[in-house]
């Protein structure tokens, strides 16, 4: 048997970052949680449920089941094959999300065509190719650094792949799975050393595509200005938002308890996935919110931590890697809550780790594998030991 994949099965506990597994773990456990909270009334309502309060619970448990296995399984992975697998990953990203967009194949929901129709369960590809994008791009960034100041060899063919993939967004649309992939990607090109005139010019590109994206969508518009003030259409274009806001307000410091929430009873849309945060307020309070955001503050912490330690034994791809990895659930978390708090405008993304989703739950836990073993290897490589 490989010697690596014995290395790893009898790793001793303080082998790999214990604060970062258990960060991730207090947050899927409040996740389950908090998904049952907050779904109870919808799914003892809904036909699709049989109106079976637990049903979300039920498939939310699962969902988590399989990406606790599936975790275990990517540990044992070198950090090394995830670099040769990246470039297959990321073509086999692109072909999910163009699958989605085929008649018959992809399962149209509210007005998005964001879900693969299998038999037994339903899959997200744009959850996936967020880790697809992560791995590429610290793979690209490693293979190209020699180029990678240059516009032409380095910047452009990375951009003409994003383009590619933004427009397959755009056609479901999936616009915040879009920022998250984007913005990841080219971190972590900036982070590996890619020229900075090129990289405030792509900022600038970034910037004038979203306004006219905006401009050029009158639904965009509605919640740019519900956005702005959800009180002047308290129940139309600012509707969501305006509830989310009721409920932070009602659960000022240490929440009305769990499962009391008033806003989850229909009056909250979409609860038990982009707006959990808004039903954590409200039955935690202050004090549930902080320690969420704390415990996101200290996973993306770890990850550049860990970059820091593969830095110094001169692994780039794991490095950029990790840092990606970190990027990617952070900024994702931050928007989630700042739409919950009404600090950004409404956009379709889960709470890391939290809302209910399988494929999210899977591509975070299995990111998060993949940041886990990248510092198992940093550990033995500091033993003198081959990782």
Same mark, same amino acid.
């Given at each position: 048997?490989?010697?690596?994949? +014995? ?55 699962? $969902? ?12 044992? !992975?070198?950090?090394?094959? &995830?670099?040769?697998?990246?470039? &297959?990953?990321? @073509? ?13 194949v992809g399962r149209e929901v509210n007005g998005a065509r964001r879900w693969l129709a299998l038999p037994v369960v339903s899959v997200q590809p744009s959850e996936l190719m967020k880790l697809a994008a992560v791995l590429y791009a610290a793979d690209y960034t490693v293979r190209k650094h020699t180029v990678l100041k240059s516009f032409r060899r380095g910047l452009l063919p990375m951009l003409a792949v ?12 999936? @616009? ?10 080219f971190a972590v090109l900036f982070l590996g050393g890619m020229n900075g005139r090129h990289f405030v010019a792509l900022l600038g590109m970034l910037a004038a595509g979203f306004v006219v994206l905006v401009l050029s969508s009158p639904y965009r518009m509605h919640r740019i200005f519900g956005y702005m003030d959800p009180w002047s259409d308290p129940f139309g274009s600012g509707y969501q938002l305006s =509830?989310?806001?009721?409920? @932070? ?16 009873? =229909?009056?909250?849309?979409?609860? =038990?996935?982009? $707006? ?12 549930? +919110? ?6 996101? !503050? ?5 990850? $550049? ?10 692994? =780039? ?71």
């Amino acid at each position: 048997m490989n010697k690596t994949f +014995v290395l790893a099965r009898n790793a001793p506990d303080t082998e790999y970052d214990r604060s970062l597994a258990w960060a991730a773990l207090l947050l899927a456990a409040g996740g389950l949680v908090m998904v049952y909270s907050a779904s109870i009334t919808t799914a003892e309502a809904s036909r699709y449920s049989a109106n079976n309060g637990a049903w979300f619970l039920l498939r939310h448990g699962v $969902f988590l089941a399989l990406a606790l296995a599936a975790a275990i399984g990517v540990f044992l !992975v070198p950090a090394r094959l &995830w670099q040769q697998a990246a470039p &297959w990953l990321f @073509f086999g990203g692109v072909l999910l999300l163009a699958a989605v967009l085929v008649p018959g194949v992809g399962r149209e929901v509210n007005g998005a065509r964001r879900w693969l129709a299998l038999p037994v369960v339903s899959v997200q590809p744009s959850e996936l190719m967020k880790l697809a994008a992560v791995l590429y791009a610290a793979d690209y960034t490693v293979r190209k650094h020699t180029v990678l100041k240059s516009f032409r060899r380095g910047l452009l063919p990375m951009l003409a792949v994003m383009l590619l993939v933004a427009w397959l967004l755009l056609r479901e649309p999936d @616009f915040g799975a879009l920022v998250v992939i984007a913005a990841s990607a080219f971190a972590v090109l900036f982070l590996g050393g890619m020229n900075g005139r090129h990289f405030v010019a792509l900022l600038g590109m970034l910037a004038a595509g979203f306004v006219v994206l905006v401009l050029s969508s009158p639904y965009r518009m509605h919640r740019i200005f519900g956005y702005m003030d959800p009180w002047s259409d308290p129940f139309g274009s600012g509707y969501q938002l305006s =509830h989310a806001l009721i409920a @932070f307000g009602r659960g000022e410091w240490l929440g009305v308890g769990l499962g009391a929430s008033v806003e989850k009873l =229909h009056y909250l849309p979409e609860a =038990h996935t982009d $707006f959990l945060l808004a039903v954590i307020a409200e039955e935690t309070g202050f004090l549930g +919110v902080a320690l969420v955001i704390g415990l996101f !503050v200290w996973i993306v912490a770890r990850a $550049f931590a860990i970059s820091r330690q593969a830095v110094l034994r001169e692994r =780039h791809f794991a490095a950029l890697c990790a840092q990606g990895i970190g990027i990617w659930i952070g900024l994702q978390a931050f928007i989630n809550m700042g739409v919950n708090m009404g600090l950004l405008p409404t956009k379709g993304l889960t709470l890391p780790l939290m809302s209910y989703g399988g494929s999210g739950l899977l591509a975070n836990f299995v990111a998060l594998a993949i940041l886990l073993r990248i510092d198992w290897e940093n550990r033995q490589l500091a033993r003198g030991l081959h990782a």
